[in-house]
C-alpha cells in the first residue's frame, strides 16, 4: 500500500483535508477550533497530530516542499501542536 509506514495510512482523510488541517494548525488554532472549521471531530484531529509527530521528519518535508509552507510556519505548527496535546500527553512530540 503506498501509504504504509506514513503518517496518512489508514486514515479516512484525503490528503487535502489533511492538508487543510496542517494550515489550521500553523495559523495557532486549537483541537477544537479545528473541528469547527472542518467538521472533524476532535479525537480524528488529535490522532492526526499525534501521528504527524510518530513522522516528524517526512512531516517536515511534505510540508515544507509539497505544501510550501516556510520553516518558520512549520516551527510554529509543530510547537501549536505540542501545546494542543500537553494535557493528554507529556511527551515531547516534534524536535
Known amino acids: 500500500m503506498e501509504t504504509k509506514g506514513t503518517p496518512l495510512y489508514r486514515k479516512h482523510l484525503s490528503k487535502p483535508e ?6 489550521h ?6 483541537i477544537r477550533s479545528i473541528e469547527r472549521l472542518t467538521g472533524h471531530y476532535r479525537d ?11 513522522h516528524a521528519e517526512l512531516v517536515n518535508s511534505i510540508l515544507l516542499h509539497d505544501v510550501e509552507l516556510g ?3 512549520v516551527d510554529e505548527m509543530c510547537e501549536n501542536s505540542q501545546q494542543n496535546l500537553i494535557p493528554h ?3 515531547k512530540l516534534f524536535f
Open 18 to 23: 489533511i492538508i487543510n488541517i496542517c494550515k
Open 25 to 30: 494548525l500553523v495559523e495557532k488554532n486549537g
Open 44 to 54: 480524528t484531529i488529535g490522532n492526526l497530530i499525534e501521528d504527524l509527530a510518530l
Open 71 to 73: 520553516q518558520f510556519e
Open 89 to 91: 500527553h507529556s511527551t
